[in-house]
């Protein structure tokens, strides 16, 4: 009898020891197989340029799918991270320098952003963007944006994308109907056209612009061409199919 609660003893104790170790193991396995998967990057070698980084702003690149922040392009300056046609800000650096452009619903950090950048960046105010009806879509306030744009401008992004496949694009813009364009990884990935001319620098709309394919997930680096006549505030991309034909 004793004999016998010695073995069944023996028995459950083995087995114990088994299912501990065999737990550990495979806990083991699954961090080895986390940390063995870094997140995937397609950016071109040759790229100098980072995901833009300040007091507020971790520097992680922005979420695809998500919004993309036109401010927020990357860090790197003239020739790397974006193409300006002149070296002042001309919101940061020139316009909000006027005490009048530093609405109080904002603060140092919206008057200044970037001010030493030549990206000519502002933000919504309340005298120019919220004090008429002609709106079709209500911007944020303290929204950046991008503005005082010109011909053959460009800016880059280094972009995380969660998941391949083809994503819509709208966009916040104020003013001409224009053409952009995006490449990723350098080459041209989709040419858009903004849906209608809001008649004004400071009348926003927020609309469906086109669509984009990334062939897989991971870091990308997706450069925006533009020409003048827009202020730009934001894209988002939202998913809408995962199959990749003909994406980049
Ligand atoms: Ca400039």
Redesign the pocket.
């Known amino acids: 009898m004793k004999k016998k609660s010695t073995l069944r003893l023996a028995v459950f104790g083995t087995l114990f020891i088994f299912l501990v170790f065999s737990g550990l193991a495979q806990e083991k396995l699954r961090e080895d197989r986390l940390n063995s998967n870094p997140i995937q990057s397609s950016v071109p070698a040759n790229y100098k340029g980072r995901p833009f980084v300040d007091s507020t702003h971790t520097g992680r690149a922005q979420v695809i799918p998500g919004k993309l922040e036109c401010a927020f392009y990357d860090l790197g300056g003239e020739g790397v991270a974006y193409h300006?046609?002149?070296?002042?800000?001309?919101g940061s650096g020139g316009l909000n320098l006027a005490p009048r452009h530093q609405r109080p619903h904002a603060t140092q950090y919206e008057w200044a952003f970037r001010n030493e950048e030549?990206?000519?960046v502002s933000y919504t105010k309340d005298f120019a963007d919220f004090n008429h009806l002609n709106n079709y879509y209500t911007p944020e306030v303290n929204q950046f944006y991008v503005g005082?744009t010109e011909d053959n401008e460009w800016l880059n992004y280094t972009v995380d994308v969660k998941v391949a496949g083809k994503y819509k694009i709208d966009a916040l813009y104020a003013n001409s109907d224009s053409k952009i364009s995006f490449d990723i990884n350098q080459t041209t990935a989709t040419i858009c056209k903004l849906p209608l001319n809001t008649g004004n620098f400071h009348n926003w709309n927020k609309g469906e612009i086109g669509t984009i394919s990334f062939s897989k997930p991971g870091l990308h680096l997706l450069t925006f061409h533009y020409n003048k006549g827009n202020n730009f505030a934001y894209f988002e991309f939202t998913l809408v199919d995962k199959k990749i034909q003909g994406a980049k």
């Open positions: 300006d046609f002149e070296t002042e800000n001309r030549a990206v000519d005082w």
